[in-house]
């Protein structure tokens, strides 16, 4: 079994930054590929943002290209969102889920990914 925990969610102003974190624990395998998914109220839950753990190899939606950076620490088993020129559009419950098997054709389908987070809250004011 796999483990996530998010933090580092708040309140923040358009334009500002914040630095999202998912610590994994648990049993783990070299071939995980880890993903960012968000949902807002009363949408439903869409991918943002996903990352080979092996490789480093990563993807990210069209809407956050060039503002949000996916990344990892392989010795600490942190998964990070670095977000920055925040739109009050990114208002959301950030979520970070991890596939065991790292099919990564699939990584913006959140049916593919194995465990999920309890997600953390970002709110960015206009």
């Known amino acids: 079994q796999v483990q996530l925990v998010e933090s580092g969610g708040g309140l923040v102003q358009a334009g500002d930054s914040l630095r999202l974190s998912c610590a994994a624990s648990g049993r783990t395998f070299s071939n995980y590929a880890m993903g960012w998914f968000r949902q807002a109220p009363g949408k439903e839950r869409v991918f943002v943002a996903a990352?080979?753990?092996?490789?480093?190899?990563?993807d990210y939606e069209d809407s956050v290209k060039g503002r949000f950076t996916i990344s990892k620490d392989n010795a600490k088993k942190m998964l990070y969102l670095q977000m920055n020129s925040l739109k009050p559009e990114d208002t959301a419950v950030y979520y970070c889920?991890?596939?065991?098997?790292?099919?990564?054709?699939?990584?913006?389908?959140?049916?593919?990914?194995?465990?999920w987070g309890q997600g953390t809250q970002v709110t960015v004011s206009s």
């Open positions: 889920a991890a596939d065991v098997d790292g099919t990564w054709i699939l990584h913006t389908r959140e049916a593919h990914y194995d465990y």
């Open positions: 990352i080979r753990w092996s490789s480093g190899n990563t």
